[in-house]
Structures are given as C-alpha cells and as structure tokens.
C-alpha cells in the first residue's frame, strides 16, 4: 500500500517542549517537503529536501529543524523556539527530473497547551 | 503584494451549476500550475496541473491558463454536494522547485 504516511494525527505539546513529526513516504520519490497551514492561510513552506543529506529552508523555518538520512523518512522537530507553533502540519513527497507535482501526507495537527 | 491570490469565498452555487474559481500569480515567469481540493480537516489531494496556455480537461474538471495575463481558473461542471471544499491554486516559478500556494477559495455546493 503505497502512500505518505504521518504519524501522529494529533499531538498536543506543553510551552517549551521540543516536538518531532514524523513523515515517511514508499513511493521511491526523491523531493520531500514540510509546509504548515493556519486558519485562513495558505500553505507556507518549513523546509523542502531534494535528496538523501541535503535540505533547505522555506519561507518560515524559523524554530524548525529537519533531517534527511534516508530517502523514505523526513522528520520535522519544532522547537522551544517557535513562538507560535499550533497549526496543521503537512508533509508532501514529489518525483523529482519526472514530475513537479507534489502528493500530500493526511497531516499532523499540533496544539500547544 | 501576495504571490499568488485567490478569492477566499465561500462561493456558494446550486446544485448542477458550473462553479467558476479564479487565482492570479505575480511571477511572469512561473511554469506549472495545480489546483487542489481540500476538504475540512483534511490534507489537500491534487485535482489538475496545467502547463500551457488554454484548456485543460479532466472529467467534470477544466483548468483554464492564461500566462499573458497571469491567471488560472478551474470550472467544476454539474456541480456537486461533494463538492464542497476549499480549492488551493499553487504556482511553480520558473527554475524552482517549490510551490506557493493561494490562501484558497471555499465553495459550497447547495442543494
């Protein structure tokens, strides 16, 4: 069964605790991407990886860290440094040279206590 | 100036109707253009990518390009409930690897 998987669907954090965020793709894709969505907004993207070892930061990756060491797994921590970290989380995977479209994960949803 | 704009609705058509959805981008230079549907609470799924000027279709679905003027629609005929989402339009500049997505247009189907 082949897909972007998320895990988990909801997590709650107290102030100052550092979160991961699990996302983990079996579609062989090379390009892995991290967005957060907030009510009435659009996507905005964390960080994005386009292969095994290597990221880059988004538009907002203030407060986030990743890690890219095997190409099916590309976790998001969020950190005591981001203000304001409640939002839906969503992972997306995309076959790079072939195509620029990107698949979406179900999403985490993460509420600070 | 937002990169890529949309109405953020909600757009409300009967039932059968053609609903009409609308994005402009500021990038002359963007390359690929998709359009997704997201459901409440849920993660967006893609519906259609359009690369060239003019009409793309997809069962009850047309994408509509127009790089000239910068805008790309999206036609949903016969108009269902089930149809009743918010639509993300999402632009790829040209030479770039990421998306920059529109706030979204929420519609809603009514019966």
């Known amino acids: 069964d082949g897909g972007i998987t998320q895990s988990p669907k909801y997590l709650f954090r107290k102030e100052g605790q550092n979160v991961t965020l699990s996302c983990e793709q079996n579609l062989n894709h090379d390009a892995m991407y991290w967005y957060r969505q907030d009510p009435g907004q659009g996507l905005r993207l964390i960080y994005y990886?386009?292969?095994?070892?290597?990221?880059q930061k988004g538009d907002i990756a203030e407060g986030y860290s990743v890690s890219r060491e095997k190409k099916e797994s590309f976790p998001l921590t969020v950190t005591s440094a981001q203000k304001n970290p409640t939002a839906f989380y969503l992972c997306?995977?995309?076959?790079?040279?072939?195509?620029?479209?990107?698949?979406f994960g179900p999403g985490t949803r993460l509420t600070v206590l | 100036q937002k990169e890529v704009e949309q109405n953020s609705g909600p757009l409300s058509v009967p039932e059968g109707a053609i609903a009409s959805l609308n994005c402009t981008y500021s990038d002359r230079g963007s390359q690929s253009f998709f359009w997704y549907r997201q459901y409440s609470g849920k993660s967006p799924e893609l519906i259609m990518s359009?690369?060239?000027?003019g009409d793309k279709e997809d069962g009850r679905f047309t994408a509509q390009l127009n790089k000239a003027s910068q805008y790309v629609s999206l036609l949903i005929r016969d108009s269902q409930p089930s149809d009743s989402a918010t639509y993300l339009c999402?632009?790829?500049?040209?030479?770039?690897?990421?998306?920059?997505f529109g706030t979204g247009t929420q519609l809603k189907v009514e019966l």
């Open positions: 359009i690369y060239s000027n």
């Open positions: 990886s386009q292969i095994v070892n290597d990221f």
């Open positions: 997306a995977s995309r076959m790079s040279r072939s195509t620029d479209t990107q698949y």
């Open positions: 999402a632009v790829r500049a040209g030479g770039g690897n990421k998306l920059t």
